[in-house]
């Protein structure tokens, strides 16, 4: 069976390490307050937009596989 997203594989690890970092720092930002939370929420936002891409991308090749088995 083919694979959907095995050429993402590598993408959703690194998504997923990301949005780990970037969860723990805003943790910690939100913890000990200061300027760094705006920079903890900027990187935990552009993790969250990176993983939306990467569905997004798993899903135009569902639909793709979908109409081609019409």
């Not at 997203?5 to 930002?29: C, N, Y």
């Not at 900027?42 to 993983?51: G, I, P």
């Amino acid at each position: 069976m083919f694979d959907v997203a095995q050429s993402l594989i590598p993408g959703f690890s690194t998504a997923d390490r990301e949005l780990g970092e970037s969860t723990a720092l805003l943790a910690r930002a939100q913890v000990s307050g200061g300027a760094g939370f705006d920079a903890a929420m900027a990187r935990n936002a552009r993790a969250v937009l990176f993983d939306e891409a990467l569905l997004s991308a798993v899903r135009a090749r569902l639909n793709e596989i979908e109409t081609a088995a019409r």
